[in-house]
């Protein structure tokens, strides 16, 4: 069974920056990619950024592109993902995902393991 769990988020101003933080266990987390996505009230879950495996490649939301990285270290099986020059349009319930299988998926259903979410929420 594989468990996300993520935390870092909370209420910032506008122009502000957060670290997202997901650590992960129950699979070897070096072997697959793994992904953000957020889900703002009344709207679908939103892909952010994705890193492979290895680290490389990354990608990203255009949405974020240039404001956000994501970075992971697999000594601790651990997925970050940092944001800058945040937005109140930034505001949403962050998720790390994990996939079923290999590759550098950027669709949601193409992702098996979820964590419960972080809040993020920026004030204008």
């Known amino acids: 069974q594989v468990q996300l769990v993520e935390s870092g988020g909370g209420l910032v101003q506008a122009g502000g920056s957060l670290r997202l933080s997901c650590v992960a266990s129950?699979?070897?987390?070096?072997?697959?990619?793994m992904a953000w996505f957020r889900q703002a009230p009344g709207k679908d879950r939103e892909f952010v950024a994705v890193s492979s495996w290895s680290g490389l490649p990354t990608y990203y939301a255009d949405s974020v592109k240039g404001r956000c990285t994501i970075s992971r270290d697999n000594a601790k099986n651990t997925v970050y993902l940092q944001m800058n020059s945040l937005k109140p349009e930034d505001t949403a319930v962050y998720y790390c995902a994990a996939p079923l299988t290999s590759g550098v998926p950027v669709r949601s259903y193409e992702y098996d393991y979820w964590g419960q979410g972080t809040q993020v929420t920026v004030s204008s």
């Open positions: 129950g699979r070897t987390f070096r072997r697959y990619a």
